[in-house]
């Protein structure tokens, strides 16, 4: 597993670099089928990830980049090259690179890395949730660009109660879940559209810091390699 990791972390790495290239620069924004923005950032990422990680041999499944079927994949990568390309668009800093080894349909191995603050963090840390103990307020995410009234409502109706000091903060991409994994923060709410390759990096990642993610609707873990990518509604626990 340390290999696999080890080549994540390399592949991140250099995809950060290429869209810090492209960061610094004016660049074109294209909207693909569904509505979402996609840059030549997200593309050019994409692709140095699915090279360096060629080497291991295993399956690769990208947001850019996805086979016709995967059910037969038992173990696989499963990559969001770009995460929060919303806020890359704004130029905000807040977009990330993830990357996951899916084993068994679970998130097993997880790679976030954060060009802008140039700061990674992985499956593989120790002591996460000891980073950042020192927040005494209980504190709630919520996306910067995709916050939904549901989230308001679920926030009001299930925690605000038990929690009727909290705070609210917004962020962008998977630096929700590196703040939970850090201890920084302590749930995250989401009702937005996010499919599978948006959470399985940080899924793991947080996994490992002690924390979960679970759907609203049963309470049971985020599944992954479901026949269709979409995400249900789903809250977030830190440690």
Request: aromatic share 10%; with cysteine; glycine share 4%.
């Amino acid at each position: 597993m340390k290999t696999l990791l080890h080549y994540a972390i390399d592949a991140a790495l250099e995809a950060g670099k290429a869209i810090m290239e492209v960061y610094a620069q004016p660049f074109e924004v294209y909207t693909k089928d569904d509505d979402s923005p996609v840059t030549q950032a997200d593309l050019r990422a994409s692709n140095i990830i699915k090279e360096m990680l060629k080497p291991t041999g295993l399956p690769f499944v990208s947001e850019e980049d996805l086979p016709p079927d995967r059910s037969q994949f038992n173990r696989y990568w499963l990559v969001d090259p770009l995460d929060g390309t919303a806020e890359f668009v704004k130029r905000n800093g807040e977009f990330t690179v993830n990357i996951a080894l899916i084993d068994n349909k679970q998130p097993v191995l997880g790679v976030i890395y954060a060009p802008v603050l140039d700061k990674l963090w992985t499956s593989e840390d120790k002591n996460l949730s000891t980073l950042n103990t020192q927040h005494s307020t209980f504190t709630v995410l919520v996306s910067r660009s995709h916050r939904t009234p549901e989230v308001d409502a679920y926030i009001n109706k299930v925690l605000r109660p038990a929690h009727p000091d909290l705070v609210i903060d917004t962020q962008g991409s998977s630096l929700k879940f590196a703040r939970l994994a850090e201890g920084s923060a302590d749930v995250y709410v989401c009702y937005s559209k996010t499919k599978e390759w948006d959470t399985a990096a940080a899924d793991a990642i947080l996994r490992a810091a002690g924390g979960k993610v679970l759907r609203i609707s049963d309470g049971q873990p985020l599944e992954y390699s479901k026949k269709e990518y979409p995400n249900p509604p789903f809250v977030a626990w830190a440690k």
